[in-house]
């Protein structure tokens, strides 16, 4: 009789925030990047992607639903991380011919996200990597995150680092079929449980300029991008580490900061310029600015990704302090009045692996 069961497997992948930022390939195809990064990952139950991935012999496409929305999966990156899927699974497949011939069948993902995909909140690293470990799952492969971290990276960059939890370095790798471009873990969540994250929603409108794109323009245009990816971010993965490693958050904060200001600076000299933050970017940039002078020490770091909303760390026990100096500002401020815009999520960090 033929096999008309559908095998599942479901799963979660969280949000990750970079403190030391990828901005530019080297190889577009392969998505490789022309620096290393890190990031630091959320929780799991303040942002996450759920994704289940099924099979079957009766469904008769490949079939994406997002947030209850039907999404394309034709893009060349989409189809790159599926044939690596597939292709594994076949490896398996032509080992043990007792095994269902699941590489066969057209799959349906199921995913969604518990905050808004519209928010400007790296959606894409937790959709990406949760596509890759659901599927992964339940092709019931043999592979580490760090394995994975290979596959999600062809889907979004960034999203080799949502495998793991804690702290992430993605390695950018020297080989040209990018097989040491992945990611490894720095140090779990545990290691530093006392770390926080506020994020401020400054505009929940998409991105005007996409990352993929943006980045293109700096690589093309930027003078300033030769010399951050030769000389500043080298030692700003160092200096991150070594913080990380030491629980020094002033010295965290100060690379953090440093390391967005670089960043966006590189945008600002791509021709033509990009522009990311906003107004209510730089008063939170300011008002993290007059926390630490108030407090005489730096007890909070803001960073910006491709978008004006602002993600700043602080430690527990400066909660009071930060939380303090932000919630009348948050009344106060234009962009962040209305309920949509006003999103304000305080994160803590957990062992966030994505889990089956
Ligand atoms: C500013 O991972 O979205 O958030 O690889 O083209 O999908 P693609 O780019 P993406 O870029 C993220 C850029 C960033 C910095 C970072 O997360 O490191």
Redo the contacts with the bound molecule.
Sequence with gaps: MADTKVYRASTTAPV???V????G?RDAKL?LPTNS?L?VTLSQADLRTLTTASCSTTFNDDVLLLNGEPSDLTGA?TQACLRELRTRREALESKDASLPKLSAMRLLLVSENNFPTAAGL?S??AGFAALVRAIADLYELPSSPTELSLIARQ?????C?SLFGGYVAWQMGSQADGLDSRAVEVAPASHWPEMRALILVASAAKKGV???SG?QQTVATSGLFQQRIADVVPRNMQSMQDAVAARDFPAFAEVTMRESNS?HATCADTYPPIFYMNDVSRAAVRAVEAINAAAGKTVAAYTF??GPNAVIYYLEESRDLVLGAFYPLLEKLEGWKDGAKGLKSEVQFDEAVASA
């Design positions: 990750n925030i970079a030391v930022k990828y901005w390939k998505n990064s990031s990156r790296a894409s690293a889907g979004s960059g960034s999203a680092r996409s990352s993929t980045m960043f990704d491709a």
